[in-house]
C-alpha cells in the first residue's frame, strides 16, 4: 500500500479534483483527495467494486462467479475468515491437498530433530522405578540389573532392587533440554492444528460404491483337532480321538482397487469417542488392531465371536508369548463346540466357580482356585489341585487321572443316587487323594 504524503493538516481536508462519470449502467467515482484516494465503480443494480488506502471491497446483490482458465493463487499475509450463511459445495476434479502449519515440517527435519532431541528424557522415564531390568517394547533397549529377585520364587516381584537414579532426574533433563527445544521449536511456527466441527454429522467417504469381493476362503473340514480323549482300560492309556474343523484363508483381492481408501495417521495419538449410539466397525475384509503396547477391551459386556452360518470358520484364535489370563469376580464360561488352551506350562482359571459342560480332557496338571463343575468326564494325564470349598463335583461321568488329586477328594455330585445308577464297570477313578489314602 503507498500512502500519500500529507504536509500540512488542512490538506487532507481538500477535495483535489474529483471526477464522477455517470451513465445509465452506472457510475465511477476518482477521489483525489491526499491521504483519502480512492476509486469506486458501481452498478445500477447495487452492484459495486470499491479501493480505498486500506480496503478493497466487493458487493454482488444477487450472484457472483469467477472464471481462471489458468492457474489461480490466493495468498493472505494476516489471517482469512469466510463466512457461508447457507450450504457450501466445493467440487475438485483432481486432488484435495489441505496444509497446516509451518513449510518447515515438510521441507526439513524439524519433527525428526525433536523426537531425537527428546530420546533420552523419554528412555529414562520408560525405564522401571528400581533396577530390576526390562526391554523398551518399541526400542529394545536394555535396562541395567542391580538387586536380586524374590528368594523363593526367583522373580522381580519381591525382590530387593536399588533405586533407578535416571528416573529421580528427569525433572532435571527437562529442564537442561529446555534451551535445546526452544531452538527446534521456533522452526516449527505456531499453527498446525486443523478443526472441523459440525453442530450434526460428519460423513467422510471415499469411493462410491462398497467393494466387497471374497477377502478369504473357508476351507470345510480343513484341519484336524482333538475332539476327545478315551481311556483305554487295557493299556491304561489315554487315547485322542480326532475331529475335523474347517479352516479360513485370508486372500488379497482388493490390494489393486483405485479407490476407497481412507487412512489416518497420528503421529502421536488417535482418540476417537462416541456417545450412547455407540459405534460401528463392519468390514467384510480382515481387520487388524495392533498395538506394541497394551491393548484394552471392556465393557458392561463384552462378546468376542468369529460370526456364524455354515460359511462360518467358527474359530476364535487367541495367541500370546506369554500368559493367558482369564478373570472375573462371577464365572468364566467358554462355550463353543471345541476348545483348546494350550499353554506349555500351566492353564489357569481365575473364577469363583468354573463351569464346564461337556468332558474336562487335560493335557497335564488342572490347578482351579475355586470350585470346579463338569458335566461330564474329568481325563487328565497329571494332577488335579482343587482349592475350592466343596472341591471337584461331578454329576456323571468318569474321573480318569493318572496323578493325583489334592487339596479336596473328588466326590460326585448326587452320591447315593449317582452310584446306584451308574454302570459301576464302566466308572473308572484311578486317583490317590491325599486325604484320602484309600483307591475309590
Known amino acids: 500500500m503507498i500512502d500519500s504524503q500529507i504536509n500540512n493538516g488542512g490538506e487532507q481536508d481538500l477535495d483535489r479534483g474529483e471526477v464522477v462519470w455517470n451513465n445509465r449502467s452506472g457510475t465511477m467515482v476518482f477521489d483525489n483527495t491526499t491521504g483519502k484516494e480512492r476509486l469506486h465503480m458501481s452498478h445500477f443494480s447495487g452492484a459495486n467494486l470499491s479501493f480505498n488506502n486500506k480496503t478493497t471491497s466487493m458487493f454482488a446483490p444477487n450472484n457472483s462467479q469467477e472464471t481462471v482458465n489458468g492457474v489461480k493463487y490466493s495468498t493472505s499475509i494476516g489471517n482469512s475468515f469466510e463466512q457461508v450463511r447457507k450450504n457450501k459445495e466445493q467440487r475438485v476434479f483432481g486432488d484435495l491437498t489441505m496444509i497446516s502449519g509451518s513449510p518447515n515440517f515438510f521441507t526439513g527435519p524439524v519433527a525428526e530433530n525433536w523426537i531425537e532431541s527428546n530420546r533420552q528424557i523419554a528412555t529414562s522415564k520408560t525405564g522401571p ?6 526391554v ?3 526400542s529394545g533397549a536394555g535396562f541395567p540389573v542391580d538387586g536380586t529377585p524374590n528368594p523363593t520364587t526367583g522373580v522381580v516381584d519381591g525382590g530387593e532392587w536399588s533405586q533407578n537414579e535416571a528416573q529421580s532426574t528427569v525433572q532435571q533433563q527437562l529442564i537442561d533440554q529446555t534451551e535445546v527445544n526452544t531452538d527446534i521449536e521456533s522452526e516449527m511456527g505456531i499453527g498446525g492444528n486443523i478443526n472441523l466441527l459440525s453442530c450434526k454429522h460428519v460423513l467422510l467417504q471415499a469411493g462410491t460404491s462398497p467393494v466387497n469381493y471374497d477377502s478369504g476362503l473357508i476351507v470345510p473340514n480343513a484341519r ?5 480323549y478315551n481311556f483305554n482300560k487295557d493299556t491304561g492309556k489315554v487315547d485322542e480321538v480326532k475331529t475335523g474343523v474347517s479352516v479360513y484363508e485370508s ?8 479407490f476407497g481408501d481412507i487412512h489416518i495417521s497420528a503421529g502421536t495419538k488417535l482418540k ?9 466397525i ?3 475384509g480382515d481387520m487388524g488392531i495392533n498395538s506394541t503396547g497394551r491393548v484394552a477391551i471392556g465393557g458392561a459386556e463384552v462378546v468376542i465371536g468369529s460370526g456364524s452360518g455354515g460359511l462360518s470358520a467358527g474359530r476364535v484364535t487367541i495367541v500370546t508369548e506369554n500368559d493367558l489370563f482369564f478373570e472375573s469376580d462371577e464365572v468364566v464360561t467358554h462355550h463353543a463346540p471345541f476348545i483348546n488352551t494350550v499353554a506349555d506350562t500351566q492353564n489357569t482359571l481365575v ?3 468354573t463351569l464346564m459342560t461337556n468332558d474336562c480332557h487335560i493335557q497335564g496338571d488342572l490347578r482351579v482356585q475355586g470350585n470346579l463343575h463338569v458335566e461330564g468326564d474329568i481325563v487328565t494325564s497329571g494332577d488335579i489341585t482343587c482349592n475350592g470349598s466343596t472341591g471337584i463335583t461331578v454329576p456323571r461321568g468318569d474321573v480318569v487321572v493318572s496323578g493325583t488329586v489334592g487339596g479336596t477328594v473328588v466326590s460326585l455330585l448326587e452320591v447315593e443316587d449317582a452310584l446306584n445308577s451308574l454302570d459301576r464297570s464302566a466308572l473308572v477313578v484311578t486317583v490317590t487323594a491325599e486325604e484320602d489314602d484309600e483307591e475309590d
Open 129 to 134: 522405578e528400581r533396577n530390576h531390568g526390562g
Open 282 to 284: 463392519t468390514t467384510s
Open 351 to 353: 473364577s469363583p466357580l
Open 224 to 228: 484336524a483337532v482333538t475332539q476327545s
Open 251 to 258: 486372500k488379497d483381492t482388493s490390494s489393486a482397487i483405485p
Open 272 to 280: 476417537m469417542q462416541s456417545g450412547s449410539g455407540g459405534a460401528d
Open 136 to 138: 523398551g517394547n518399541n
